[in-house]
């Protein structure tokens, strides 16, 4: 810049090299301004780039010579970031995904897994997963490795520019080593496990475990441990120990254990851990690795109460029958059903408020009927009751238990009758029926129906013992037909019958129901075996034939007809009975006795007693009861006695004779 000196001061006079700096400097600032703007566009595009990088190992990687072991390994993701970036992008590019491992055998270690999945590694420790290795009996001991072929996807880099981002992915396989360490010790595996346990219930775990190492272990030691708080052992605790002592190599052990399933358990698979503590060859205390059991309880005996039968009604005796089933999947032994009432108008037995029946070994599904004799007071009321039910059982463990179920008793009104008489042939001095019917008024149904008259009156003789009527459901009534007998000299009219109705109630118990008084009509009429005299008058002092005759008064058969002579002094018979074999309707038969009047008779109408008994058309015996006939004793008649006359005149002729010759 030059300054005019002709100029006013402080004026810049532009010569024509200052306008040209001036051109360039502001070139200059334009290229600049263009290149920072590059830059700036360039700042929002970046990169990220790197890769997992993986390793394998195994914090108990101890194995034993002879054999077979699961060992827990775990992955280590040390992944590398080679570009650097957005957090969320570096940790992209750095992790495994769909990751594989498998395992190759090597020297006397055999890899016995296949090729197992692990998943997304990101950067860090993932794990576990088991590999299963065996050992050869012949092992050395020593370190070992094993090689583990990884196989994985990943992210190899971000781009990102702007919202715009684009990644780019690679498949990758490689080969890791796995450490090992054989050693000489015991080692111990599950061979099998008894488990005789019920839920609710406290049985023996037995587990055979064999030392599988190549050599031998002393002053062992077994402990159980759950890893579920449903299963304890001893007195409710989550650990159990038994000792074994000396434990060869290749011997099998048993050891066993109280163990107690919850009430709540779920029947499922359960694990116990299992430790082995010992001293090893050099008389060092050791433990073995943890190793574990399988143990499924069972559902035990369990029961439900499929049907309840109670034939018994109110102020009856009868019989509760109860069905229950063995719905749990174990045997029951020696169970007992018990029943109890809380209401003092249910009793059981002998009256008491609790029974109990034995049923023994109980299969599972078996479904069982066990009965009660049970009764119900005459004054309870028609209503349901409520019982309890128990079930005392051993489970498989040999615990007792017991099951408490309820069952209802709806007893019932139980039977009822009414009985009435239609039609009455009754009568005086003989057998008549009467015909009515019996009537099941009740609610329940009787079985066994029979009427009986029950009576002191020694002018009712029943001839039927009981009529059976059969079975009278409620609502429903039968026709019956009785026969009795009234004495002679009774009064005619109409007379109380005293009937009583015994039956089988639905209990099967039989009990007679209460007296029913029947009315029926008694008529004045004569014996079904009427009998007359035909021959009836003798002389004082005299023997002589009694003929009676003998009527059937009735229109049916009767047959075995027996008639009986009653006499008393003055007279007197050795053939006192006749019997007829058959008498139709309205039929007269003679009989014929002996009769003999004392010489001490008074000439008069004497009176002798005739028993009749018979059997009608029904079959049944029968009788009229004593009958009274006539009979008339009379004096001689006078005539004079010509032949001891004339032979006394002769005696005494004789006599003169004699008398005038000897003169």
């Known amino acids: 810049m030059v300054t005019d000196a002709g100029s006013p001061a402080g004026h810049l006079t532009m010569t024509p090299c200052g306008r040209r700096a001036s051109a360039a400097l502001l070139a200059t600032l334009l290229v600049v301004s263009a290149l920072l703007g590059a830059t700036g566009s360039a700042a929002a595009v970046s990169q990220v780039a790197g890769s997992p990088d993986l390793a394998i190992i195994a914090p108990e990687n101890r194995l034993v010579a002879g054999t ?61 997963v088991s590999l299963r290795l065996r050992v050869a009996e012949d092992a050395r001991p020593g370190t070992y490795d094993i090689p583990v072929t990884f196989t994985y996807d990943y992210t190899a880099s971000v781009f990102v520019d702007g919202d715009d981002v684009d990644a780019s992915h690679r498949s990758r396989t490689v080969t890791r080593d796995l450490e090992v360490v054989v050693e000489r010790r015991p080692a111990f595996e599950v061979r099998a496990v008894d488990a005789a346990l019920a839920v609710g219930d406290s049985g023996t775990l037995a587990i055979d475990i064999e030392n599988v190492g190549p050599v031998g272990a002393a002053d062992a030691t077994v402990t159980v441990a759950s890893t579920d708080p449903e299963i304890t052992f001893g007195s409710g605790v989550a650990t159990a120990e038994t000792f074994v002592g000396e434990w060869d190599a290749g011997a099998t052990e048993r050891v066993e254990f109280r163990t107690r399933v919850a009430d709540d358990a779920i029947v499922r698979d359960y694990s116990v851990e299992l430790t082995v503590s ?55 032994a020696a169970t007992t059903v018990g029943v109890a009432s809380s209401d003092s108008e249910v009793t059981f037995g002998a009256g008491a408020p609790a029974a109990e029946a034995y049923v023994g070994a109980w299969e599972p599904g078996e479904t069982r009927r066990v009965s009660f004799r049970t009764r119900v007071a005459d004054d309870a009321l028609d209503r349901p009751y ?38 009455s042939t009754l009568r005086v001095g003989g057998v008549g029926r009467v015909v009515g019917t019996v009537e099941n008024v009740g609610g329940t149904e009787a079985r066994d129906v029979v009427l009986r008259l029950e009576t002191e009156d020694p002018a009712l003789t029943p001839t039927d013992v009981d009529v059976t009527v059969g079975t009278l459901a409620p609502g429903e009534s039968a026709e019956f037909e009785y026969a ?74 009767q047959t075995d007809v027996t008639v009986r002579l009653v006499a008393e002094e003055p007279l007197s018979s050795e053939d006192a009975v006749a019997f007829v074999p058959r008498l139709d309707g309205g039929e007269t038969r003679l009989v014929v006795f002996d009769l003999e009047v004392s010489g001490d008779a008074v000439p008069k109408t004497q009176v002798v007693g005739v028993d009749v008994s018979y059997e009608d058309d029904a079959g049944r015996q029968l009788s009229t009861g004593t009958q009274q006939v006539a009979v008339e004793v009379v004096q001689p008649a006078t005539t004079f006695p010509v032949l001891p006359a004339l032979v006394v005149a002769l005696a005494l002729a004789g006599v003169g004779y004699w008398w005038y010759r000897r003169r």
């Open 484 to 557: 009795i007998g009234i004495a002679a000299g009774s009064t005619p009219g109409t007379r109380r019958l005293p009937f009583v109705v015994e039956y089988r109630p639905p209990g099967d118990e039989l009990r007679a129901a209460d007296r029913t008084d029947v009315l029926a009509a008694v008529r004045t009429d004569t014996p079904a075996v009427a009998v007359e005299p035909r021959n009836a008058t003798f002389e004082v002092d005299s023997t002589g034939r009694l003929v009676l005759a003998v009527t059937n008064t009735e229109a049916t058969p």
């Open 68 to 128: 077979e072991t699961a060992v827990e390994v775990f992955v280590v993701n040390s992944g590398t970031v080679t570009k650097d970036g957005p957090e969320e992008y570096e940790a992209l590019v750095q992790t495994a995904r769909a990751l594989t491992i498998s395992g190759d055998s090597r020297g006397p270690i055999t890899v016995l897994s296949g090729e197992i999945p692990v998943g997304t590694v990101p950067e860090g420790v993932s794990g576990p």
């Open 386 to 423: 409520s019982l309890d039910v128990t079930v005392s059982f051993r489970n498989p463990g040999g615990d007792r238990k017991t099951q408490s179920l309820v069952a209802g008793l709806d007893p019932g009104a139980g039977p009822a009758f009414a009985v009435t008489v239609e039609e």
């Open 278 to 332: 010992y001293r090893d060859e050099d008389g060092q205390a050791r433990t073995s690795r943890a190793f574990v059991a399988g143990v499924r309880p069972t559902r035990g005996a369990d029961f439900e109460l499929a049907d309840v039968d109670a034939a018994v009604a109110v102020g009856d005796t009868g019989t509760l029958t109860l069905e229950l089933v063995n719905v749990g999947d174990a045997t029951a």
